[in-house]
């Protein structure tokens, strides 16, 4: 009995657990508690149920992200407790306010940042951005607009039922408004009848840093103005068509996540089950409640995200030990490095597979590369969690300390930076080749062997040689 009590608390406390890698902790910042019920789809994803496959439990969470909801202002709110994250993730909505208070200025969102927390922010072009905000986008290299308010407008591109008028609520077509390369992440599943809707936001500029990437640009068509200043006359932009990115994503080296999304009202419930009406007239079904799934997944660490499962490398010659990763080498040894990758998303680990038109490489290096080497992947060694991905060289004829190294940066995903240290060792005396052996050297013996022979031959003829008679050979004077 104490058995099967024992198997159902541990199946409960898998169902129970998050699925972000990172915790389940997520704090939600809003002007008024209240407004939650604005967001109640978007919230209720993030703590979801779905059908247990086990029929003795009815349901388990599918997020299982737990909940906090504060104000800016509120004297309780604190990022950090002890000097330890008090939350894993933070969703930062919109506020009325100029300023976010003492707990959540630039500086301690950046630490925030710095000890591996992930944030999703909102901006809203009904509001002024909180200086707070802006100064830690200006630090992430992400300008805004300079009078801190912006509203983007295409008059090619707008819900006719909504904004006919101000042209204001865009509409993207969902498996276009995507790039092509991360649509794994934040497009998947779109067909050709849904749009992304775009209500009443603010467009963002990007810096030309590593770390940034844009997840949707604005079209072509879409401009960034201020409607206050600039009602009738628009004669100042501040960025027009793909300058202007919609929602973008930052990825620290530590891989913390920030995600930017420039419309919360893209959150809202109203806009998840909507009916649009493009300008040619015809209805369309929004992709936002998938998109903000899948943008808060990526943000909060439940998809792209890589782990290394092991790493080894040995001696790849006849008669070799088995010994696996050895501390030393000699130079010109033939050597094999194998490293397992696993990816997690959603709900388990998957093998990772390295996209076509890229490569998962080896660097070999002392001070630079010696040698630069793109991995395959290893059938004999992958599993159905984990992919291995090997490669095969001869070591270089230079003695010292050298490193395997791993150095996998690639946007959406997390950093894979390994770095394995080996001695590599000169020759021993008894482990050179011998002299006949190399053909280059036969010349030079047949060389000392003629001189030796001379020199033999010499000796004989000189000891057997009968010497001359003094006597004999004297003349008389």
Known sequence: MRSLLSFFALVWAVAVSAISTTGDRLLVVLD??????????????????????????RYWPRRGFKL????????????????????????LFPSKSKGLG??????????????????????????????????????????????RTGLVVDHFNYDAASAADQHDVLLLPAPHSIRPDIKDFF?????????LVFP??????LGSGELLTPIVRAPRTAYSYNPKEQGEVVDDLF????????????????????????????LEDAWFDAEVKTTSGQAAKTFNREFAKRLSGWAFQEIGVLRVNWIEHHLNEVGASNESNPGIYRIKNDVTYTISLSEWSWSSWSTFKVPA?????????????????????DPSHSTAEAAAYTASFKLPDQHGIFNFKINYKRPFFTNVEEKNTVSVRHMAHDEWPRSYVISGAWPWI????????AWLAFCALWIYSAPIDQKKGAKKL
């Open 32 to 57: 008024d508690v209240a407004d939650q019920s604005s967001y109640s789809k978007f919230l209720g994803d993030l703590t979801s149920l779905s059908p247990c496959p086990l029929s003795v439990l």
């Open 68 to 91: 906090s909801f504060e104000t800016p202002k509120s004297e309780s709110l604190s990022l950090f407790h002890l000097g330890e994250r008090a939350y894993d993730h933070v969703i």
């Open 102 to 147: 003492p707990n959540l200025t630039a500086n301690l969102l950046l630490q925030f940042i710095n000890a591996n927390g992930n944030i999703l922010l909102t901006l809203s072009s009904g509001s002024s951005t909180p200086s707070s905000i802006v100064s830690l986008l200006a630090e992430l290299d992400i300008q805004l607009p300079a009078d």
């Open 187 to 195: 497009g998947a599943g779109a067909s050709s009848n849904e749009v």
């Open 200 to 205: 009443r936001g603010v467009g963002a500029t």
């Open 239 to 266: 960025a027009a068509g793909e300058q202007l990115a919609l929602a973008a994503a930052f990825q620290a080296r530590n891989s913390a996540r920030l995600a930017l999304v420039g419309s919360a009202e893209l």
């Open 357 to 377: 038109n890229d490569a998962l490489q080896l660097e070999f290096s002392m001070l630079s590369p010696f040698h630069r080497l793109d991995l395959a992947l």
């Open 446 to 453: 047949t060389g000392i062997g003629a001189t030796v022979a």
